[in-house]
């Protein structure tokens, strides 16, 4: 086995088996802060939080992508002082545009609270937020170095330190605010998420000082034959201004979707409790298990761009070929398993039967979310930042019109079709640019339209097969799931979706 593939193996293993222990214990946790701030509490969490998500986006998003990209060249060229000058350079940006942030959301807090969000409860988080913003800039900075230099461990260590310390802290401060409103434990939960990042920041620059000693301390700034600058706005902003508009959009979204649930007849509190069900509660448990997709997904953004400027048109092939067959391969039973083990999985995690019935709604959106999700990093990888971008604000649009005019009639169900409009749609756009820009070839019938089929068969043959037995939650959960996947995936080699070579 080739050095580049071992290497690339051993970080897809980190970064699973870390993103897999951050989201199992931000599930758990969430489960904790749902009954300790409650439906309602998630809500205005949620709202604040797209703000949060927004800040982020200008601050740091297309910077990592650029360093990555940058910092991934220079190491093929094996120019070490190019990098030293990227990173002092894609660091200044990146901390100037943070301070701007801090500036606009910490004197704007009240306007922002009453006048978007509509709820003055939400103004102590955002001036407390802003507190995250440099230090998650920094960290970006340095993670997409990492990434580049193909080392996942600082990267992770650091994102699994600061799930730890998030659980601790918010832990500790909702627990101080316990009784004294939702405002509070609201801001209590964003501090939370402040103080970890700090020390998540902390921890990459000492992990990024001791690998400068071992491999950069012998070279110095060396100036480059072009200008970082003009690169870093080539990739970064394209990236950043479509998250910064996602986030943007998405944000007036947030805002617009309790509003317009109370004109379909909910009263405030229910219509906060709802979007706090969707948000913060049903689409982090069914993205749990995309860990690995995530982790191949930003792992290939270094190696997209490294094959795509050496010229190695078959490797670009190759990489996007394998990666949307183990998405999809993966994405059909997954789908079907949430569909039918959504009310014990909602009772489980969440004591909720509400939780549940949404899960299922949404159950059937997981192939489209999930290649999505990959696609969006094969083309960073091969400079096609521009059409993620364009796509991403043409979706974003699309909601708010969808929101604007259907909500007040249909309610959540409204809600819910727009978002398998959206899904398909941004999907479907990103997808079809992936296999043209790499010329991937898709066979239709072993990697969709046999293991679609095999999935639902199963799925539902095993359900029906369990239901009678009116097992408690548990018990089905613990034999549906397993069962289910177990012999999806003996179909699928038996009728050849998924061959030997596939599983080494």
């Given amino acids: 086995m080739r050095k580049s593939k071992v290497i690339f193996i051993k970080n897809a293993l980190i970064l699973t088996v870390s993103g897999l222990l951050i989201r199992f214990l931000g599930l758990v946790f969430r489960v ?20 949060y998500m927004l800040a982020s986006a200008f601050a740091s998003t297309g ?11 220079e190491l093929a060229l094996g120019r070490h002082g190019g990098i030293k000058t990227i990173l002092k350079k894609c660091l200044a940006v990146t901390l100037l545009i943070a301070f701007m942030s ?15 969000i509509g709820d003055t409860r939400a103004a102590p988080s955002l001036r407390t937020l802003v507190i995250s913003l440099p230090f998650m800039g920094v960290s970006s900075c340095l993670k997409g170095y990492f990434i580049a230099r193909k080392k996942a461990s600082p990267a992770s260590s650091s994102s699994v330190i600061e799930q730890l310390a998030r659980i601790g802290f918010i832990f500790f401060l909702v627990s101080r605010t316990a009784g004294k409103g939702i405002s509070h434990s609201c801001r209590a939960v964003v501090l939370g998420d402040c103080l970890a990042e700090v020390l998540s920041c902390i921890f990459m620059y000492i992990s990024y ?3 400068k ?14 200008s970082v600058l003009k690169k870093l706005f080539h990739i970064a902003a394209p990236i950043t201004s479509g998250r910064y508009l996602n986030s943007l959009l998405r944000t007036v979204e947030n805002i617009l979707v309790p509003k317009n649930l109370e004109k379909s007849g909910m009263t405030a509190s229910d219509a906060l409790s709802v979007f706090g069900v969707i948000k913060g509660m049903a689409l982090p448990l069914i993205f749990f298990p995309a860990t690995f997709l995530n982790a191949m997904s930003t792992l290939l953004i270094p190696e997209m761009s490294e094959a795509a400027v050496s010229g190695r048109t078959l490797k670009v092939k190759y990489t996007a070929e394998k990666c949307i067959h183990i998405t999809l391969i993966a994405a059909f039973p997954l789908s079907i398993i949430f569909f039918y083990a959504s009310a014990p999985l909602g009772n489980l995690f969440y004591k909720d039967a509400a939780t549940g019935d949404i899960i299922r709604l949404l159950a059937p959106l997981i192939p489209l979310m999930y290649i999505d999700s990959v696609c969006d990093g094969l083309l960073k990888g091969l400079d096609q930042q521009f059409s993620l971008f364009r796509n991403s604000l043409l979706d974003s649009l699309g909601r708010i019109i969808l929101i ?18 959206s899904n398909a749609f941004t999907c479907l756009l990103n997808f079809f640019r992936l296999k043209r820009i790499a010329k991937a070839e898709i066979p239709w019938f072993s990697w969709v339209i046999a293991p679609s089929l095999f999935a639902v068969l199963i799925g539902t ?14 018990a089905f959960s613990v034999i549906y799931v397993p069962v289910t996947a177990l012999l999806y995936l003996l179909a699928a080699v038996k009728c050849k979706c998924i061959t030997r070579e596939d599983l080494r």
């Fill in 32 to 51: 904790w802060m749902a009954s300790a701030v409650g439906a309602e509490g998630m809500g205005l969490y949620s709202q604040v939080f797209s703000f």
């Fill in 63 to 73: 910077i990592n992508t650029a360093v990555t990209r940058l910092v991934s060249e």
């Fill in 102 to 116: 801090v500036a606009v959301i910490y004197f704007g807090s009240d306007f922002i609270a009453a006048n978007l």
């Fill in 209 to 211: 000082n001791v690998d």
């Fill in 213 to 226: 000693r071992k491999h950069l301390s012998n070279t110095n700034y060396t100036k480059l034959d072009y």
């Fill in 404 to 421: 604007t005019v259907f909500l007040k009639r249909y309610g959540i169900y409204g809600f819910i079709g727009i978002m398998y409009l």
């Fill in 461 to 474: 043959t095993v359900y029906l097969l369990l239901s009678p037995l009116a097992l408690p939650d548990l």
